[in-house]
């Protein structure tokens, strides 16, 4: 049986985006026929969390309401340099725990992440979904692998907007910035363009 995963920020002892996140669950447990879904929001209170800091509350389930749960102390981490890899088939429309395809996509590439391109579109990196800078405004790809929470807040909130990135347009952005559960809207996290190594006009992107 699949097996699925919720990754929830934790900070100074309140949960956040669970709205989102139980939602998430939902869609999953509705999505494959089962009736019900797991409470998140009482698995955090069961947890009687009472440390302050930023933590990740990491949530393994399945479609029995069957879940196990770690609480991982949390530092955002700064990444030296990404890959385009295309890779056209492949789907991850649901927070399945089974990651071997990204994993295979980043052990072929030479570099520390990876940025999937599907049908000559950017989507994501191998955990984050990514937003683009041109001008003052930040877009992030129509074309995403998996439609995060972070990334459903930011455009529910008009701090982002959606707009098509691909491999012909993607240097018409100057910066970008990864964004995920435990990664906000961060001004201190921004990349230029050029950290990917292998933007269209200097190379071929990678093919798997």
């Known amino acids: 049986m699949s097996r699925f995963i919720e990754s929830i920020k934790i900070e100074d002892q309140k949960a956040f985006l669970l709205d989102l996140h139980q939602k998430r669950v939902n869609q999953t447990f509705a999505h494959?026929?089962?009736?019900?879904?797991?409470?998140?929001?009482?698995?955090?209170?069961?947890?009687?969390?009472?440390?302050?800091?930023?933590?990740?509350?990491?949530?393994?389930?399945?479609?029995?309401k069957k879940f196990t749960t770690q609480l991982i102390p949390y530092a955002i981490p700064e990444i030296e340099n990404f890959q385009l890899v295309e890779n056209n088939s492949y789907d991850y429309s649901f927070k399945f725990e089974d990651r071997k395809?990204?994993?295979?996509?980043?052990?072929?590439?030479?570099?520390?992440e990876i940025i999937v391109?599907?049908?000559?579109?950017i989507t994501d990196t191998s955990y984050t979904n990514i937003l683009f800078l041109k001008g003052k405004e930040w877009f992030t790809p129509t074309t995403y692998l998996l439609n995060g929470v972070m990334?459903?807040?930011?455009?529910?909130?008009?701090?982002?907007?959606?707009?098509?990135?691909?491999?012909?347009?993607?240097?018409?952005?100057?910066?970008?910035?990864?964004?995920?559960?435990?990664?906000?809207?961060?001004?201190?996290?921004i990349y230029p363009i050029e950290r990917i190594v292998n933007l269209p006009e200097s190379s071929d992107y990678l093919g798997v």
């Open 32 to 64: 494959f026929g089962k009736e019900g879904s797991i409470d998140l929001a009482k698995i955090f209170k069961n947890l009687e969390h009472d440390e302050d800091g930023l933590y990740k509350l990491r949530i393994v389930y399945d479609l029995d």
């Open 101 to 112: 395809e990204f994993e295979r996509m980043k052990t072929k590439a030479k570099t520390e």
């Open 117 to 121: 391109v599907k049908n000559n579109h």
């Open 151 to 189: 990334r459903q807040y930011l455009l529910h909130e008009k701090k982002i907007k959606e707009t098509e990135i691909t491999l012909q347009n993607i240097k018409d952005f100057s910066h970008f910035q990864l964004i995920n559960a435990m990664n906000d809207f961060d001004d201190m996290f």
